[in-house]
């Protein structure tokens, strides 16, 4: 998978390929050099998946600022 192909892809779709991924990993039976191309793929997933968060984190925090002059806040998730 490249770098474009992951960016073309939405956080659900991102997320749910990187869990198959991490379950392909856990299971052990790859070879050296698949489980390397795996392991790749996962990292570029969990970067996209990241981006999107901040984006989205971003977002959230544009309209706490701007709905009825709300200080900006930092979101906690948990």
Same mark, same amino acid.
């Given at each position: 998978?490249?770098?474009?192909?992951?960016?073309?892809?939405?956080?659900?779709?991102?997320?749910?390929?990187? &869990? %198959?991924?991490? =379950?392909? !990993?856990?299971?052990?039976?790859?070879?050296?050099? +698949?489980?390397? @191309?795996?392991? /790749?793929?996962?990292?570029?997933?969990? &970067? %996209?998946?990241? =981006?999107? !968060?901040?984006?989205?984190?971003?977002?959230?925090? +544009?309209?706490? @600022?701007?709905? /009825?002059?709300?200080?900006?806040?930092?979101?906690?998730?948990?």
């Amino acid at each position: 998978m490249a770098n474009e192909d992951a960016e073309n892809m939405t956080f659900e779709e991102s997320l749910s390929t990187l &869990e %198959r991924l991490v =379950k392909e !990993l856990e299971n052990g039976n790859l070879d050296l050099d +698949k489980g390397l @191309e795996v392991y /790749e793929r996962a990292v570029v997933l969990r &970067e %996209r998946c990241k =981006k999107i !968060l901040d984006e989205a984190d971003r977002r959230v925090q +544009k309209l706490i @600022e701007t709905s /009825e002059g709300i200080k900006k806040e930092d979101l906690i998730i948990e």
